[in-house]
């Protein structure tokens, strides 16, 4: 019997020998593949974010977007209750095509990175998910609940590392273009993944 460690895929091997004497051999896999597992988080979770952006964007039709934006800036920004408009675009966008990314596999970790930064930026702008006291109560920061902004923006983070599996990138081998050890064509694998 063989195997390997937690985390990779497994494999038994098992010799019997049968009626004629002969030895047959059968191999059985087992455990779980983790850049499987971290694809189609990278789908599922890109997916969940394309879905927000839509979201937004119905928002934004309905003219909502204002009530939304000025509703979640607890900390009464006044840039961000000026320019409501423009940060409701920003993260319709953002999710929108972070989330295409995602799940495309094109440019995963820049998407993954700025996906981060979107959910980090919401969760801290609106009250650090709902903690934030606001005079003589708990503040109510619109449509957030306490730590769903900052669980998925690290779940982002761990797609950052995740690997450039199954995707787009991956499956047109655009890494293997910029194989050299330059800063640019290692910037450029980077980039793609």
Same mark, same amino acid.
């Given at each position: @019997?063989? !195997?390997? !460690? +937690?985390?990779?895929?497994? =494999? $038994?091997?098992?010799? #019997?020998e049968n009626a004629t004497g002969e030895v047959t051999r059968s191999e059985k896999s087992y455990g779980f593949d983790s850049v499987k597992v971290l694809s189609?988080? #990278?789908?599922? +979770?890109?997916?969940?974010? $394309? @879905?927000?952006? $839509?979201f937004k964007?119905?928002?934004?039709? =309905?003219g909502l977007m204002q009530g939304v934006v000025q509703g979640s800036n607890v900390f009464n920004y006044a840039t961000i209750n000026t320019n409501w408009y423009a940060f409701g675009l920003l993260v319709a966008l953002g999710e929108t095509f972070g989330g295409l990314a995602l799940i495309v596999g094109l440019f995963q970790r820049p998407a993954a990175m700025w996906s981060a930064a979107v959910m980090f930026s919401i969760w801290s702008l609106g009250g650090y998910g709902g903690a934030y006291m606001q005079g003589t109560g708990w503040s109510l920061t619109?449509?957030?609940d306490p !730590? !769903?902004?900052?669980?998925?923006?690290l779940v982002f983070v761990v797609l $950052? +590392?995740?690997p450039a599996a199954y995707g787009l990138a991956s499956r047109a081998h655009l890494r293997e273009r910029w194989s050299s050890s330059s800063a640019k064509d290692r910037l450029l694998r980077f980039l793609v993944a």
């Open positions: @019997m063989s !195997g390997t !460690g +937690f985390g990779g895929m497994g =494999q $038994v091997i098992e010799k #019997r189609a988080a #990278r789908i599922l +979770f890109g997916a969940i974010f $394309v @879905m927000d952006g $839509v964007w119905i928002l934004i039709q =309905q619109g449509y957030t !730590g !769903g902004d900052l669980m998925l923006a $950052v +590392f995740a």
